[in-house]
């Protein structure tokens, strides 16, 4: 059983910061990679950034060098520290697992968290 719980979303104007928090709870499971994504209005869902188990990072190119992924896996916590927000980047904020139970492998997803940038 894995849930994940996203936090920190919010309304910011162009220029500012927001960190977004997703709590990962995996009774029974481990988990490895953990991503975020986005969903803008009438746009599919993309990929914005992840991050494996020994600290490798990976990012879109757009969000490179604005966005930073990090876990903490002793609170079992991932980050989203995004800076210099475009209104671009205005999306309902996803965070995703992939977990392994038993030689089975699964993803998982939270609920979402929005973000709105204002110019």
């Known amino acids: 059983q894995v849930q994940l719980a996203e936090s920190g979303g919010g309304s910011v104007q162009a220029g500012g910061s927001l960190r977004l928090s997703c709590v990962v709870s995996?009774?029974?499971?481990?988990?490895?990679?953990l991503s975020w994504y986005r969903q803008a209005p009438g746009k599919g869902r993309e990929f914005v950034t992840a991050i494996d188990s020994h600290g490798s990072t990976r990012y879109a190119d757009y969000v490179k060098g604005r966005f930073t992924i990090s876990r903490d896996d002793a609170k079992n916590t991932l980050y989203l520290q995004m800076d210099s927000l475009k209104p671009e980047d205005t999306a309902v904020y996803y965070c995703?697992?992939?977990?392994?139970?038993?030689?089975?492998?699964?993803?998982?997803w939270g609920q979402g968290t929005q973000v709105t940038v204002s110019s």
């Open positions: 995996a009774y029974r499971n481990r988990c490895y990679d």
């Open positions: 995703s697992a992939n977990c392994e139970s038993g030689g089975y492998y699964s993803s998982y």
